[in-house]
């Protein structure tokens, strides 16, 4: 009877582990797709960009990204350009259009010169 206990309490564990595996989904408010559709990014008071700092995965596979963090500025959400779609030019006026659209702390959605504001995937 031990062992009928026992095998059943290793199989609830052992479906749990798998449950919750397939529900990660999005720890710290990162994507986990492979490859990520979102990123962050940190925004200096001006709208240009300072250095973010990410933890990854240490697989060359595995695009995701578990948590960024910003030194200095403000961490900021931002949509990774998909294929065929690049990244706004660095310029003053862009800078301007992310300082205003990144005050909510996103910049998901928001759009400059008429074409999505995105970066270019991490390589």
Known sequence: M???????GLAALAIAGAAHAQSHGDHAGMSHSN????TQICLDVS????PVVCKVPASRLDKREDICTCPQGMRTDVAVCG???DAPP???ALYAARREAGRDGSLLGDMFQGKPI????RG
Do not use: D, I, R, Y
């Not at 490859?35 to 979102?38: E, F, N």
């Not at 995105?118 to 995937?121: D, F, G, K």
């Open 47 to 50: 709208g240009g960009l300072l």
């Open 83 to 85: 294929p065929g779609q």
């Open 118 to 121: 995105c970066v270019a995937p």
């Open 35 to 38: 490859p990520p559709t979102k």
């Open 90 to 92: 660095e310029n003053n």
């Open 2 to 8: 031990k062992s009928v206990s026992l095998l059943a």
